[in-house]
């Protein structure tokens, strides 16, 4: 019977994401409103199916970069708030007042547009003002919050419901400017209070945070990273189990032997040693995966890392199955994910290729159709 799996493509266990989104539900405790960061479909997990599965099991809202990524959400039908983290252009407030997605706001035009919507629409526009606190990105700086708060006010159709900013270095292992960071902002909170200006939700805590720092914790906090099962760095700690939920499936698609001098791949920078046994993987950077790895990368078949030689081409890249035991056309190959009693983590791809781990999932292309389990 032939195999109906695609012949490539991305295993996401709704259960595992189920599990991490419980787990850090309960780190947060009931008195702080969990944000699901679901940006980047979700962190290349796919967005919807995340969305849904986080919200039945503890995220009170979502929270994506772009007004694109909300109105994706809308069109499948989740209704929950839905928090744009990044710049919002003032022609895309039409759609985020018609659609009822919180905009965050670090400039007046992306404001004034907002108002101007809400009113031609009879509605209220809800934003987020964006503090920048050492980032250096989006934002307003400090001293400009109570000016603008001020602003905001005289805008009809505006409900300013929340204030945030952004950690630069949360995940390093000094954490000393998180803490300078987070002064800054308790004084732009003191000072909005103090001018008359209570917004209701303050967050600042990311995954890195919510793990090493509960002293970061205001009353909502913005989980990302952590609901995939991944851990931000090295640097924080593993003190909250988390369950990787991403696997990279494919089948070998040849199998033969090449002989001593042989060679694979683009600029032959792979000649053969000696005889080898050559699986063909019908992956590649076009796909996502990263040409980075070549000539150091492995997959796993029989449980047991076969080792990549050659370059990582658009399409396809070998590995020498030499040493994992017998190897036939179609057997499957785990890219990155667990086969057995061996695992290749996206950590491991990560420092193979010179990067993140965020880097590694978030690249994966649509060409690796998405297929859910558990849940």
Not at 22 to 27: C, F, S
Not at 204 to 229: C, F, H, K, M, V
Request: proline letters at 6%.
């Amino acid at each position: 019977m032939p195999d109906s799996r695609p012949l490539s493509y991305v295993e996401v266990d709704l259960s595992a994401i189920a599990a991490n989104t419980r787990a850090i539900r309960a780190r947060l405790g009931p008195g702080v409103t969990m944000i699901a960061v679901v940006k980047a479909n979700a962190y290349g997990h796919g967005l919807v199916p995340c969305a849904r599965i986080m919200l039945a099991n503890g995220a009170d809202r979502l929270a994506v970069s772009r007004v694109s990524e909300a109105l994706a959400l809308r069109a499948a039908g989740i209704v929950a708030p839905i928090l744009t983290l990044g710049y919002a252009a003032p022609d895309e407030a039409a759609d985020a007042v018609t659609h009822d997605i919180t905009v965050a706001v670090g400039d007046r035009p992306t404001a004034a547009a907002l108002a101007e919507q809400a009113a031609a629409l009879g509605r209220v526009a809800c934003l987020h003002v964006k503090v920048d606190t050492g980032m250096g990105r989006f934002g307003l700086l400090p001293e400009e919050v109570v000016p603008f708060l001020d602003w905001l006010a005289t805008l009809p159709g505006v409900r300013a419901e929340g204030i945030f900013t952004h950690f630069a270095t949360a995940d390093n292992a000094d954490k000393s400017f998180v803490h300078t960071q987070m002064a800054i902002f308790q004084q732009v909170l003191a000072a909005a209070e103090a001018a008359g200006h209570v917004l209701p939700l303050r967050h600042a805590a990311n995954s890195s945070a919510i793990l090493d720092l509960p002293e970061t914790l205001l009353n909502a906090a913005r989980p990302g990273i952590a609901l995939y099962g991944l851990y931000p760095s090295d640097h924080v700690s593993r003190n909250l189990p988390l369950q990787p939920a991403l696997t990279i499936r494919s089948r070998v698609a040849r199998v033969r032997t090449l002989p001593a001098g042989a060679s694979i791949g683009y600029d032959r920078t792979y000649i053969a040693p000696r005889t080898i046994r050559a699986a063909l993987i019908p992956v590649g950077y076009g796909d996502g995966y990263p040409r980075l790895l070549s000539g150091q990368g492995a997959v796993l078949i029989n449980g047991r890392r076969a080792p990549l030689v050659g370059r990582v081409a658009m399409d396809q890249f070998v590995v020498d199955v030499s040493e994992v035991g017998p190897v036939a056309q179609d057997d499957e190959v785990v890219l990155l994910g667990r086969q057995g009693d061996e695992v290749i983590s996206a950590e491991d791809l990560a420092r193979m290729a010179g990067t993140i781990n965020y880097h590694i999932v978030t690249a994966l292309l649509p060409r690796l159709p998405r297929v859910y389990v558990g849940g």
